[in-house]
Each structure stands twice: as C-alpha cells, then as structure tokens.
C-alpha cells in the first residue's frame, strides 16, 4: 500500500444559484492579463446546454481522455507518441476560438468623451484579440436562464438517443439546473501523460496538476488530451495555463478563492488518501458502471489505524492525517456516497465531485395525490423529476440510473425525515431506513449539507516547509506504468502523481514557485 494525499473538492448543485461570483473571482486572480482572455480556469455551466468550449463533452470529437485498446490496456484517446510526435505541428483536435467565444471590451473613452448632442453615445464591442469590431454571438454561458436553451440546448452531447425525444426544449416544460466546472486534478490525468515536453505534472505532496511554465512548448497536446478541456493556451506567451486550485492559498491551509467566495456555499474542499498502486488498476475496469466503484475503493479510510500508519511510513504528516480523518469531501464520496464524479467514463478518475440536484420532490409526490410520509410514494417520485435520471447518469454516472436514483433518494429521505423534524414530529426512521439511512448518520448528513460552519465545509491543512527540501529532490519519473505496452513496445504511462521536477530551496513553502 502506497498511501498518498489528496486536495479534492464536492459541490452541491442543489445550493447554486448561478450567480457566477466563483467565475468572476477566480477570473480577477488568475486570468485577469493579456493573453487569457478568453480563459475561465472556473466557469458555472447552465445545463442542459453545450458548454464552455462548445460541445466539449463529445470525445469523439475532440479525443479527450483514456479508453481500453483491444487487449484491456489504458491509452489515451487522442493517440499514442507516433500519433502525437506526427501532430506536434497540425493537431486538428483542438477547440478553436469560435468553440470557446472571441472576448471582446468596448471604448468606454467613447462614452466620457463623447460632445453633448441630441444622440446617445454608444461604446460598440471590439475583440480583445484583434481590436476590430466584433458582434457577440456566443459566450461561456450563453444557455444561462433558457436564454439559448431552445436554440443550442439540443446540442449538449448528454442528450443522445431516446434523451433526446424525452427533453422537449419548451419553457413551461424544461428543466436546467447550473454546473460549476473547474480543472479535475484527476489521480490519473491525461494531460499529464500526453504532454512530450514533461511541462504537466502533479504533485506528489498534494495531487494537484500544475504547468512548468519554463518546460512548456507550446505543443497543446494537453489541452486534447483533457476531456473536460480545461487547459488552455496563453495566445501572448504560447504557454498551457489551467487552473492551479489556487495552491499559493491552500498551501497556507486556506480555500481556493471560487470556495471563499461561493455565495451559495456549496464547495466543500478536503483531503482524500488513496492508494496509488491501485489507481491504475481502477481505471482500466472493462466496465464503464464499474468505474464509480473502482474509484472509491483506491480511497482509505483516515479513521483505520493500518491506513494511518501506513500513511505515517510515507510521510504523510500527522496533522494532515487528523485533517483526512475531518475531510467533508471523504465524508460526502464515501461514508455517506452522495458525491457523484463528473464523466467517470473518461477514465481519468476526477477529484472534484458533484451532488446532483434535487428537483421539489415532495411538491412532486403531492401533485401525483401521492402521501409524502409513504417511502414509496417518494421514492416513485424520484423517476418522474422534471431533471430526467436518465440526463443525470449521463453527467455522473456513465449512464447508469441506479447510482443517480440511490443518491437523490437518500437526499429525499432526508428532506422527509428533516421536514417533520421541523414541523415538531419525530421524523420517519421507515423512510430513512428504505434509502439506508439512520436518523443519527441523516442528522451529520443534514449538519454538513445544510448548516456547516466555515471551518466544517473547508478542512484544508497547512503545507509543511520542513519537506521542501525532500520534494524537491526527488527523482523526475512517472511512478505507475502498465505492463505490455504502446507504440514500439515502451510502457504506457499513467498520468498518476508525479515528484516536482525542479529543486526547490530549503527555506520556500512546500509548492511554491521554483
């Protein structure tokens, strides 16, 4: 057993509201310059819709992520070395400005300077690329509040097959909900393994996925490689940008600045410990539907002692043990199995994990003539939600209903049970034990959804300075291959979590700039 740690992140989509506050500050921190502005590292999704870039879930398209080759071997999607050594100059798997959109600024001179007259002064958008004119045709959220539902909506690639029929875009019938998306910082990255110049790299210390700015090409291989597309290219310097989890925050034991910021207060942010020798082991299941599975079964218990003294001989410091064992984010994946990956299929195997959203369910049961203190009136209620299961398990799931349809009806045992708690009753221990649910394990999980503190929600510990020094000396290597092998019998390399690759002085935060 190899004990690591990791820095993850569970959001509740049944708290947000779409305000964008997370996306405009994380803007103003990490892309507020020349060069990315077209670049969200967090971005709130309305779905169903198209996304931020454009379609950016369909992987056929775009050959994002991981699949099994013939013979039950992990390979990336977008090719092996040959593929991507023969691409290096003409990569036709890339997003391009009109995918994402092309930013734009207005002349506000024009509206200070403007001489009084009879007419309104108007400031028109201009490209923040090229400085001339530019109509607004597309945005990183353009189907926000059904705006472009109607429209784009039937493009989301979640919406396949039968789906399709069942979602009728009309405004007295639809559905949304919004999604916040940011980097994964997968425990298996395909960004990391594509990238030929070795710039992409996770750290060991803390799990998350980092860009080299002085080993960086230039190739965009990563931002292909990423199925969630959350690389991007800084167009003023040819470098790869993506989200850094806001690690200058976090190493001083506070959260990103999209969690502090959060108006709905839906972020939790944790640590999880895993077994590394399992990760890849995980994420070669034959089995799409097993794959949720796979993943929660790397991740070790904090509270087991055998786990923590196996930590303890990888050096995982105490207080980061005593903060696994605190995590909201072990408690929501895994003791109470609310939390939900982003596109498990991709095989990358996600850290920021997401509650589905949870539609008026007891209006529902009311609107039917059902009785909302009967299990299975509520529990039927569950498959006829305005939010189809059947979308849902395309989001979370790999298609698999079961999962989506187990975690809304514990949530809506809970809301049962916590509403006649309200109201002065004692709760219904028959509706919590039909979603297997106690009323001591619901009362943690209605603390920790509904009423957490600030210091319950973000259980984020301080890096240590006195391992600077080791980290930094350790060897440059990938520490997972599978056996066999890619193009021309060499091993294929898992993006699993790699060594910093650059010495760091003894007396600079563990992570900090090199």
Not at 227 to 233: A, D, L, S, T
Not at 375 to 384: I, L, N, S
Request: hydrophobic share 35%; net charge neutral.
């Amino acid at each position: 057993m190899r004990v690591m740690a990791q820095v993850a992140m569970v959001m509740n989509l049944d708290k947000c509201i779409g305000c964008h506050t997370c996306s405009v500050t994380c803007k103003q921190t990490w892309t507020n310059r020349t060069g990315v502005e077209y670049a969200w590292f967090n971005n709130v999704e309305t779905k169903p819709g198209q996304g931020y870039p454009r379609r950016h879930e369909d992987q056929d398209r775009w050959k994002g992520g991981w699949t099994l080759d013939g013979r039950g071997r992990l390979v990336l999607r977008s090719g092996g070395r040959l593929k991507r050594l023969a691409s290096l100059f003409s990569n036709p798997d890339l997003p391009s400005i009109d995918d994402y959109y092309e930013p734009v600024t207005y002349d506000y001179d024009s509206l200070v300077t403007a001489p009084a007259g009879q007419d309104v002064p108007v400031a028109r958008p201009r490209s923040a690329l090229t400085g001339r004119p530019a109509p607004i045709t597309w945005g990183p959220n353009w189907e926000d509040g059904l705006g472009g539902a109607p429209e784009h909506g039937g493009g989301d690639p979640n919406l396949g097959g039968e789906l399709a029929e069942k979602v009728r875009f009309e405004f007295e019938q639809t559905f949304m909900f919004h999604l916040p998306r940011l980097c994964e910082h997968c425990l298996n990255p395909a960004c990391v393994s594509a990238c030929p110049s070795g710039a992409m790299y996770k750290r060991a210390e803390d799990g998350i996925v980092l860009v080299d700015q002085d080993r960086c090409r230039g190739w965009r291989m990563c931002v292909t490689a990423c199925p969630y597309k959350k690389v991007y290219v800084n167009h003023a310097t040819g470098k790869a940008e993506k989200c850094t989890f806001c690690f200058p925050r976090v190493e001083a034991g506070r959260p990103t600045v999209c969690s502090e910021t959060c108006v709905g207060r839906l972020r939790y942010l944790g640590l999880l410990l895993y077994d590394a020798d399992r990760v890849g082991q995980a994420a070669s299941v034959p089995d799409e539907k097993d794959l949720l599975d796979a993943q929660r079964d790397v991740f070790l218990d904090p509270a087991d002692p055998g786990v923590r003294a196996a930590a303890r001989a990888c050096g995982i410091p105490e207080d980061w043990l005593d903060a696994a064992r605190r995590s909201p984010v072990y408690a929501l994946v895994s003791r109470y199995r609310v939390a939900l990956p982003l596109h498990p299929e991709y095989r990358t195997l996600p850290m920021v994990w997401y509650i589905p959203p949870l539609s008026p369910v007891l209006d529902a049961v009311g609107e039917a003539g059902g009785d909302a203190g009967d299990p299975d009136h509520v529990f039927a209620a569950v498959t006829r939600l305005r939010i189809p299961l059947d979308y849902l398990a395309n989001l979370f799931a790999a298609g698999d209903t079961g999962v989506v349809a187990g975690v809304l009806m514990k949530l809506t045992a809970l809301r049962t049970h916590m509403r006649a708690r309200t109201l002065g009753g004692e709760g219904d221990p028959d509706v919590l034990a039909a979603a297997g649910l106690t009323p001591a394990l619901a009362e943690d999980m209605h603390r920790l959804l509904a009423v957490a503190r600030y210091a319950d929600r973000y259980v984020v510990p301080a890096a240590h300075r006195e391992d600077a020094a080791a980290l930094g000396a350790l060897e440059s290597r990938c520490p997972v291959e599978t056996s066999g092998g890619g193009p021309g019998g060499r091993p294929v390399m898992l993006g699993l979590p790699t060594s910093r690759r650059r010495h760091q002085a003894p007396d600079r935060p563990a992570g900090g700039p090199a």
